[in-house]
């Protein structure tokens, strides 16, 4: 069974920074797309940045772009999120998930593997 765990949740104030780590279980570059989902409190988890694994294309949220920075460490078989000038509306919970066949970057439906969810909370 394929076990992603992430780390690197915490608090922080806006403009702050953190970075999130999820340590997948196996190769990562068995997976077609990795990425980071997050939900914030009475609302619909949404799609937040994926890698395309194998190409390293990258897709990102509006709502994150020019602020949040996916990569991976593909010897540690470790996805990576560094969030800078964090705002309040970034507060949630951040889950690292892997799909081995999706054909599109956000459809959660075809994630296999999610893991338990990193907290991340921004004051103002």
């Known amino acids: 069974q394929v076990q992603l765990v992430e780390s690197g949740g915490g608090s922080v104030q806006t403009g702050g920074s953190l970075r999130l780590s999820c340590a997948a279980s196996?190769?990562?570059?068995?997976?077609?797309?990795m990425g980071w989902f997050r939900q914030a409190p009475g609302k619909e988890r949404e799609g937040v940045v994926v890698?395309?694994?194998?190409?390293?294309?990258?897709y990102y949220a509006d709502s994150v772009k020019g602020r949040f920075t996916i990569s991976r460490d593909n010897a540690k078989n470790t996805l990576y999120l560094q969030m800078n000038s964090l705002k309040p509306e970034d507060t949630a919970m951040y889950y690292c998930?892997?799909?081995?066949?999706?054909?599109?970057?956000?459809?959660?439906?075809?994630?296999?593997?999610w893991g338990q969810g990193a907290q991340v909370t921004v004051s103002s």
């Open positions: 998930a892997a799909s081995t066949y999706s054909t599109q970057a956000f459809k959660e439906s075809d994630y296999d593997y």
């Open positions: 196996r190769d990562i570059l068995r997976f077609k797309y």
């Open positions: 890698i395309y694994t194998l190409g390293g294309s990258t």
